[in-house]
Each structure stands twice: as C-alpha cells, then as structure tokens.
C-alpha cells in the first residue's frame, strides 16, 4: 500500500518531471503554472470523477499538484503500483486512503478480498458507502490507473466513484486516453475529462517554460517549438536542456526536439513508453516508424499481418502520442520524437529489413493512388528501377500541365549518381532541365541517356520505346538540323505506343518542321493534328503551343480573325493549366503579344512583350527555329508598338542565332524582311529604354526586390561586377540614375509588372 504525495510521471528523468512541478530545487522550477487548467478544476462543478489522461511526461501529476495546493478541500493521493494491481490489495489501498478523510466503518479492513461472493456483496458495497459518507468535501487522487488490467479493480474504482458525493470528487491520472469502464459514468454526465490536447502546452504556458530555462525566443520561434512538439510538456523541456547545453548564452533558433541520439530523451521513452508495451506490439511500431501515417492496410502490408487496425486502436487509447488523422480508418501518425527513437530502434536491430519495409510501403501506396508517398517510399528502398517506372510514366503530365515543380521534387531526392543508373530517370531529368531552361544540365542528362540506349540507337533499325522516347526530346533539342528533326519524329512515332502523350509532341515538332522547310499546308495540317492529339492524350503544353503557332501562321498571313481566335485558345490553355511557368511557354506568349498589338491594346501587348522577352533566352538550347522565329515575331510586335530600339535589338538577336539550316526558310526570311521594312518606315520615340539586352531585361527583374547586387548574382549565376555593370546601362537606357527610378520608368514602359491595386 502507497498512500503519498506524487512526485512524477516517471523515474527515469526525475530532474526533468520535477522541473515542470512546484517545488524543490530543481533549476526552473516552479515557472509553469498551469492557470488555465488549474482554473477548470477549481471552478464549481456537478461531475464527481475526474480524469486526467495524457502520455508518460504530459505533465497530469503537475496539475493535479498545482490545482490541490490551492484547493482547499481535504485530499488522500494513492500512486498504483505493481503492489497495487490486483483487486484486494488496490481496494485495501482505497480503504485506507478513505479513512484518511473521515471516520472508519467498524470492521472494514476485514473484509477485504477477491474472493466472492464477499467481493461483490460485501466488499463493493462498503467502498461506495466509505465514499459517500465523509464527513467534508473531498478529494481521492489515484494515479496511474493505466496499470490495473485486471477488469476486477476497474469494479473496486467504479465502486468508489459511485459513492462520491456532489462536492467531492475521484481523480483519475491514467496514459490511457478513455477507460471503457467509465463508459457509464460519462453518460450520466457525472465524468470531467482533461485529456491529451487539453494537456498539450499552449504558447503562453511554452514560453513561460522557455523563460525559466533561461531561453530567449520571439514569439514566433515559440509558436514553432509548440508545432514542432505538439505541446509535450516533457519534449519541450528536453528541447530547451538541449538548447542551453548547445548554446547557453545566444538566443535564437527555435528549441529543436529531442532526437532519438539525444540520451535523455531515447531513455525517457523507452522507459517511459516503449517498455510497457509487449514485444509484438513494440515490433509493430519500430517496423511501421518508416510510414508517415499509420493507416490500417498500409501497415497490414508493410507488415505481413491482418490485425493492424486492432493494433491501432489499442494504440490510440493507450499511448495518446498520436494524432488520428482518420477516425474511420483508425489511421494515425506518431508523435516524432517517438518515431525518432523507433527509427533509431529499426536502424540499429534491423537495418537488413528497412528497405524492404520501405518497397512494401511503396507498392501500396501506388495501388491506393497515392503516388508522391509511394515514389518517396521507393526511393528510400533503394530500388532504381521500380523507381523509374513509377516517375517515367508521370512525365508527360508533370512537363506537358505546368506542373515541373512536381517532377524536380521527385529527383531532387536522389543523387545524380542515383538518376544517371536508371534509364528512365536519366530521360525524367533531361525533361525537367528542358522544361526549366537548364540546357547544361539537359545536355548532361541526354548524353547520358544516349549511352543507356546504346551505339546506333539513331539508326532506328530496330526501335524500342526508350530510343522513341530518347529521339522525341532530341527533336525538341534540334542540334543537328531540321531533317534531323524530321528523322528524329519519325523514328519516334514507330516507337512509341499510341497512346503516349508523346505522340502529340511529336506530331507538333513534324508540323512546324515541315512548315519550315516549305510545305506551309501540310505542316499546318499536321499541327491541326497535334492540337488535337493534344485534348485527347491530356498534353495541355501542345495544345497550347500548337494553337499559338497555327495563330501566328494566320495572323503573319493577315487572316486575323482566325489568328486571334487560334491565340485565345493558346492563352486560355496556358492560363487554365498554369504553363506560364515553363520556358517553353515563350512561344505562347510571343503569339499573344502580336495579337494584342493587333487588336491595339497596346498596354497589355507592352506587358506580355517584356515577358516574352524574359523568358525567351531560357529556351536557347532548345528549338533552334524558336529562337529566331520567336525574336522576329517580338520585333514586329515592337514595331506595331512604336517600340523601334526594341525592334533592332531584336532583330540584331535574331540574326545571332540564325544558323546556316535556317537561313534561307521562306517563313523566317518573309518575316524578317516585312519587320525591317516596318522598321524603316517607323518614327523612333526616341525612348532608348527599350533596346535593353536579354541580361539586362534580367538583371532589371531583380532590381524591385531587396536583394542587393552581391545577392542578386548569386541567385543569376553572375559576379558581382556584371550584376552592377548591367544595373547601370539598365540606368542610363532609361535616363535615370537610382534604382527606384529605374523600377518606376520600367513600370511604366511595360517591363515590369504593375504593383497590385488595393
């Protein structure tokens, strides 16, 4: 028998449990003062059972602590303990607990027993009576209720509840989140329960904790430390011991959690947590810490078992380290500082299994649609090639709806070493670089891929689907020509299936190829066929270039009607799918530009012209034909604009990327010589603002930000020297001599964005 004064929630870590009680010595001591729940207890109230559930370190013997030293009812505090876990010994325990607050029933102790039928008719009984007739409101503290498994001592507290007058109350610590036996008592409203959210620490009560460890944080960075532990009183307070050992003078960084190498904290849960449970169930958690969430079917197939969700409901009640993230599918995800530690548990027993697990995991999850966790899964299994058959077939998509960012998440998490051993990811990384105009890195990932698809590939002798799908990023490229291009899309449309999204790419570039080396007509049939490849393969990017480039053809041919049509259907397709965010989207906006200056909306054509003009030096690896075509479409839409030093500078770039292949193509050569005598028949404004080069227009992007020079070169790949040298010719070809200047005079020529109206 145990009748004291509770001094924790553990033994492990005595010297952090006391230091989030009220008294003793113990650095910090005494700082967290639990008002507003201590209030909750304080105030009148018809419920006489009172429960406080929460985790091993919640901090529920600190409150009950706080809140007895100020009420001013009587109080007898029993701590269950393997003494105390069976039915006579705990009812013994209660006995005596009871006769503490008021006189003894004549003969009570003697009847003290498991046995029935004393048990039920006689010993029951005398406990309900014993609480129902002390003398003064009371209160009866058993902690650690968790423990009593036996059915038969829940009867010996149910018995005590029941007898609890109106004014007095039972107080019930326990880890586990809601008894069953309760069940009653809380439909006859006569239970209050404080459970694990109600324990977590708010901001308040985190950055008075923070302030007695003497750790000096904003607010935000406590608002964080409070995110990040989930408002685990003990986590928090180990996070701070580990800050002051780390720094103990410097404020800053937001108090990191415990990791499962932090010793303090691995042996807090282990003993506090891990070492109640059986070993079945601790094998089930150190297996499963590799899933973020911890949904039933998942863990049956990680785990080659059927009784998962069984598993997780015992869980859920008794640990109360969890968060439920699904009520119906029972799913949860652990608390991280528990998941470290299981983690670390997993690395260090059984690190021959964890990828393993990991290639499970991943296999269900891409059954049960949820592709990013399963290609992250696969990705920590170590298995390439898996791992390419699930991010390959995704290309199209991520590359053809505006959606890069996703398919640079996925190779971001592996190494170049990783991509360049798998084929298919060879190829993912090269459309990724197109897509984001990094031709450098693109040129890697093709040479690359090149020696995946072996000598000869080119030769189309025998074409499998990766030369196909090799030939039609190739022919985007264009090095080698535009009967390459032709050879190149051939090859790919035998190759490839019929349904892969490719095909539309392909049916584009063979359209506008065609169109080049003279046959107008059936490139513009064939394009006509791409748009609709496009819509019907779900290729949003072709669709939209496609109907751009058919605009253009029409309106360079002075069909306006059909031109300005054909351009708002590019535009909404680029706009409804998000594709101004690819480079390849240059071509779209070139298109657009011409059609507004057509219709005269002059402010608007001005706007997109500079957008074009920025993104249009991002695609210069690729589609030679674009980087001419592209320059001399912006120049005459420059000339329509009364922008004639744009105009030449244009048209000098033009020149400059003009290759011996492009020449003398009728399309190009008719365009150019219609803008030059557009250009000599123009009046210059004399604004010299516009003959900005493509770094200047890049450089003047950054000159709205904060950034300073230094910076910005660092963010463009530039020194620091032609950074500045840029600013300054962007200065003098404006005729201004600050920098805010400068972003007022460029606003108003249209190239930069307008702020935002309020």
């Given at each position: 028998m145990r009748v004291s004064a509770s001094q924790g929630d553990g033994g492990v870590l005595p010297r952090a449990l006391s230091a989030l009680h009220g008294g003793g010595a113990t650095p910090g001591n005494g700082f967290v003062v639990r008002d507003r729940l201590v209030s909750v207890l304080l105030a009148p109230h018809f419920e006489t059972t009172i429960l406080v559930s929460g985790p091993a370190g919640a901090g529920k013997t600190t409150l009950v602590g706080q809140w007895l030293q100020r009420d001013a009812r009587a109080c007898a505090r029993i701590r269950v303990s393997s003494a105390l876990s069976a039915p006579a010994p705990l009812a013994a325990a209660l006995i005596e607990a009871l006769g503490h607050l008021g006189p003894m029933t004549l003969g009570a102790r003697s009847v003290v027993t498991a046995s029935e039928p004393v048990f039920s008719s006689m010993l029951l009984p005398l406990l309900t009576e014993l609480a129902a007739t002390r003398p003064e409101p009371y209160l009866l503290v058993v902690d650690d209720i968790h423990l009593?498994?036996?059915?038969?001592?829940h009867l010996v507290l149910q018995a005590v509840?029941?007898?609890?007058?109106?004014?007095?109350a039972v107080v019930l610590l326990s880890q586990d989140r809601f008894p069953p036996w309760l069940t009653t008592t809380r439909t006859e409203g006569r239970l209050l329960a404080i459970d694990s959210d109600a324990l977590a620490f708010d901001v308040d009560e985190a950055a008075a904790l923070y302030a007695g460890m003497d750790c000096r944080l904003t607010d935000a960075e406590v608002a964080r430390s409070v995110e990040h532990t989930q408002g685990w009183a003990v986590a928090m307070y180990l996070g701070a011991l580990e800050r002051r050992r780390r720094s103990p003078t410097r404020g800053g960084d937001v108090v990191p959690l415990p990791a499962a190498h932090d010793h303090d904290a691995a042996a807090y849960v282990r003993s506090q947590v891990l070492d109640g449970l059986d070993d079945d169930v601790q094998e089930f958690l150190v297996r499963t810490s590799i899933l973020d969430e911890l949904d039933p079917g998942l863990c049956d197939a990680v785990l080659g078992r059927t009784d998962s969700a069984v598993v997780l409901g015992?869980?859920?009640?008794?640990?109360?380290?969890?968060?439920?993230v699904d009520h119906a599918r029972r799913a949860l995800r652990l608390h991280e500082l528990l998941r470290s530690v299981l983690t670390e548990e997993l690395e260090l027993y059984e690190p021959f299994f964890v990828?393993?697990?990991?290639?499970?995991?991943?296999?269900w999850l891409v059954r049960h649609g949820e592709l990013d966790a399963g290609i992250r899964h696969a990705q920590a299994s170590g298995y390439l090639p898996y791992v390419g058959s699930l991010i390959w077939p995704e290309v199209p998509a991520c590359v053809g709806t505006g959606r890069p960012d996703r398919l640079r998440t996925w190779l971001a998490a592996m190494s170049d070493d990783d991509i360049s051993r798998d084929r298919w990811l060879t190829l993912a990384a090269?459309?990724?670089c197109l897509q984001s105009g990094d031709d450098l890195r693109m040129e890697k990932w093709l040479l690359t891929a090149a020696d995946h698809a072996g000598r000869g590939w080119r030769d189309g002798s025998a074409p499998d689907e990766y030369a196909a799908s090799l030939a039609v990023i190739e022919a985007v490229v264009g090095r080698h020509g535009l009967d390459d291009v032709l050879a190149l899309c051939a090859m790919a449309a035998d190759g490839l299936p019929a349904s892969s999204p490719f095909q539309a790419a392909v049916c584009l570039l063979r359209g506008i190829t065609l169109a080049f080396e003279g046959s107008l007509d059936g490139g513009i049939t064939c394009v006509y066929e791409a748009v609709r490849l496009g819509h019907a393969l779900d290729v949003p990017v072709v669709v939209a270039d496609g109907s751009a480039w058919l605009g253009l053809m029409s309106l360079l041919q002075g069909d306006h009607s059909k031109g300005l049509a054909l351009v708002d259907q590019a535009a909404d397709a680029m706009t409804e799918f998000g594709l101004e965010r690819l480079a390849t989207s240059?071509?779209?906006?070139?298109?657009?530009?011409?059609?507004?200056?057509?219709?005269r909306d002059?402010?608007?054509?001005?706007?997109?012209?500079?957008?074009?003009?920025l993104l249009t030096p991002m695609i210069a690896?690729?589609?030679?034909?674009?980087?001419?075509?592209?320059?001399?479409?912006?120049?005459?839409?420059?000339?329509?604009l009364g922008q004639g030093s744009v105009a030449r500078q244009l048209l000098r770039e033009a020149h400059e990327h003009t290759t011996a292949d492009l020449e003398d193509r009728p399309v190009l050569a008719d365009l150019r010589d219609q803008v030059e005598v557009q250009l000599r028949m123009l009046s210059v404004d004399g604004v010299s603002a516009a003959a900005l080069t493509s770094a200047e227009l890049r450089v003047l992007q950054f000159l709205p930000s904060h950034l300073s020079f230094p910076q910005i070169s660092e963010r463009m790949f530039l020194s620091s020297n032609t950074v500045k040298t840029h600013a300054l010719a962007i200065y003098r070809k404006l005729g201004v001599s600050t920098r805010g200047d400068a972003v007022a005079r460029a606003r108003s020529l249209g190239l930069l964005d307008q702020l935002p109206l309020d």
């Amino acid at each position: 028998m145990r009748v004291s004064a509770s001094q924790g929630d553990g033994g492990v870590l005595p010297r952090a449990l006391s230091a989030l009680h009220g008294g003793g010595a113990t650095p910090g001591n005494g700082f967290v003062v639990r008002d507003r729940l201590v209030s909750v207890l304080l105030a009148p109230h018809f419920e006489t059972t009172i429960l406080v559930s929460g985790p091993a370190g919640a901090g529920k013997t600190t409150l009950v602590g706080q809140w007895l030293q100020r009420d001013a009812r009587a109080c007898a505090r029993i701590r269950v303990s393997s003494a105390l876990s069976a039915p006579a010994p705990l009812a013994a325990a209660l006995i005596e607990a009871l006769g503490h607050l008021g006189p003894m029933t004549l003969g009570a102790r003697s009847v003290v027993t498991a046995s029935e039928p004393v048990f039920s008719s006689m010993l029951l009984p005398l406990l309900t009576e014993l609480a129902a007739t002390r003398p003064e409101p009371y209160l009866l503290v058993v902690d650690d209720i968790h423990l009593l498994g036996d059915p038969t001592c829940h009867l010996v507290l149910q018995a005590v509840a029941d007898g609890v007058p109106t004014g007095s109350a039972v107080v019930l610590l326990s880890q586990d989140r809601f008894p069953p036996w309760l069940t009653t008592t809380r439909t006859e409203g006569r239970l209050l329960a404080i459970d694990s959210d109600a324990l977590a620490f708010d901001v308040d009560e985190a950055a008075a904790l923070y302030a007695g460890m003497d750790c000096r944080l904003t607010d935000a960075e406590v608002a964080r430390s409070v995110e990040h532990t989930q408002g685990w009183a003990v986590a928090m307070y180990l996070g701070a011991l580990e800050r002051r050992r780390r720094s103990p003078t410097r404020g800053g960084d937001v108090v990191p959690l415990p990791a499962a190498h932090d010793h303090d904290a691995a042996a807090y849960v282990r003993s506090q947590v891990l070492d109640g449970l059986d070993d079945d169930v601790q094998e089930f958690l150190v297996r499963t810490s590799i899933l973020d969430e911890l949904d039933p079917g998942l863990c049956d197939a990680v785990l080659g078992r059927t009784d998962s969700a069984v598993v997780l409901g015992w869980l859920h009640e008794r640990l109360q380290l969890d968060v439920e993230v699904d009520h119906a599918r029972r799913a949860l995800r652990l608390h991280e500082l528990l998941r470290s530690v299981l983690t670390e548990e997993l690395e260090l027993y059984e690190p021959f299994f964890v990828e393993t697990l990991h290639l499970r995991a991943a296999k269900w999850l891409v059954r049960h649609g949820e592709l990013d966790a399963g290609i992250r899964h696969a990705q920590a299994s170590g298995y390439l090639p898996y791992v390419g058959s699930l991010i390959w077939p995704e290309v199209p998509a991520c590359v053809g709806t505006g959606r890069p960012d996703r398919l640079r998440t996925w190779l971001a998490a592996m190494s170049d070493d990783d991509i360049s051993r798998d084929r298919w990811l060879t190829l993912a990384a090269a459309w990724s670089c197109l897509q984001s105009g990094d031709d450098l890195r693109m040129e890697k990932w093709l040479l690359t891929a090149a020696d995946h698809a072996g000598r000869g590939w080119r030769d189309g002798s025998a074409p499998d689907e990766y030369a196909a799908s090799l030939a039609v990023i190739e022919a985007v490229v264009g090095r080698h020509g535009l009967d390459d291009v032709l050879a190149l899309c051939a090859m790919a449309a035998d190759g490839l299936p019929a349904s892969s999204p490719f095909q539309a790419a392909v049916c584009l570039l063979r359209g506008i190829t065609l169109a080049f080396e003279g046959s107008l007509d059936g490139g513009i049939t064939c394009v006509y066929e791409a748009v609709r490849l496009g819509h019907a393969l779900d290729v949003p990017v072709v669709v939209a270039d496609g109907s751009a480039w058919l605009g253009l053809m029409s309106l360079l041919q002075g069909d306006h009607s059909k031109g300005l049509a054909l351009v708002d259907q590019a535009a909404d397709a680029m706009t409804e799918f998000g594709l101004e965010r690819l480079a390849t989207s240059a071509h779209t906006l070139t298109a657009l530009a011409l059609a507004q200056a057509v219709r005269r909306d002059s402010t608007a054509a001005a706007q997109t012209l500079a957008r074009a003009r920025l993104l249009t030096p991002m695609i210069a690896g690729i589609a030679p034909w674009f980087a001419v075509l592209g320059r001399l479409v912006l120049a005459r839409t420059a000339v329509m604009l009364g922008q004639g030093s744009v105009a030449r500078q244009l048209l000098r770039e033009a020149h400059e990327h003009t290759t011996a292949d492009l020449e003398d193509r009728p399309v190009l050569a008719d365009l150019r010589d219609q803008v030059e005598v557009q250009l000599r028949m123009l009046s210059v404004d004399g604004v010299s603002a516009a003959a900005l080069t493509s770094a200047e227009l890049r450089v003047l992007q950054f000159l709205p930000s904060h950034l300073s020079f230094p910076q910005i070169s660092e963010r463009m790949f530039l020194s620091s020297n032609t950074v500045k040298t840029h600013a300054l010719a962007i200065y003098r070809k404006l005729g201004v001599s600050t920098r805010g200047d400068a972003v007022a005079r460029a606003r108003s020529l249209g190239l930069l964005d307008q702020l935002p109206l309020d």
